[in-house]
Nanobody, 123 residues
Framework: QVQLVESGGGSVQAGGSLRLSCAAS????????MGWFRQAPGKDRERVAV????????YYADSVKGRFTISQENAKSTVYLQMNSLKPEDSAIYYC????????????????WGQGTQVTVSS
């Protein structure tokens, strides 16, 4: 059974940085996509940044390009999200999720999901 365990998150002032980590267990091989999604109150869950673990291809939401960086550490089956220049609008619950095969846009095609971690950015 695949499991995702998240860590990181917290509260920071605008302009600050945070790093999220997500460790996967239960996968055989690395032909899967893994990354970060977020959901703010009253809004739909959106894809923030994902990485196709087989070749390292990354995808970012336009709103975070140039500020967030997703990376992976293969030995630990872990994906990181470095978030810099944080803005109040980045405040949300951040979820780690994965899917077998290539990365796709549709949030509903990702499974499993982590438990979520709160990120709060104050102005």
């Amino acid at each position: 059974q695949v499991q995702l365990v998240e860590s990181g998150g917290g509260s920071v002032q605008a302009g600050g940085s945070l790093r999220l980590s997500c460790a996967a267990s239960g996968y055989t091989g690395i032909d899967y996509c893994m990354g970060w999604f977020r959901q703010a109150p009253g809004k739909d869950r959106e894809r923030v940044a994902v990485i196709y673990r087989l070749d390292g291809t990354t995808y970012y939401a336009d709103s975070v390009k140039g500020r967030f960086t997703i990376s992976q550490e293969n030995a630990k089956s872990t994906v990181y999200l470095q978030m810099n220049s944080l803005k109040p609008e980045d405040s949300a619950i951040y979820y780690c999720a994965a899917r077998i095969g290539h990365c796709v846009n549709y949030v509903d095609l990702y499974s499993p999901w982590g438990q979520g971690t709160q990120v709060t950015v104050s102005s």
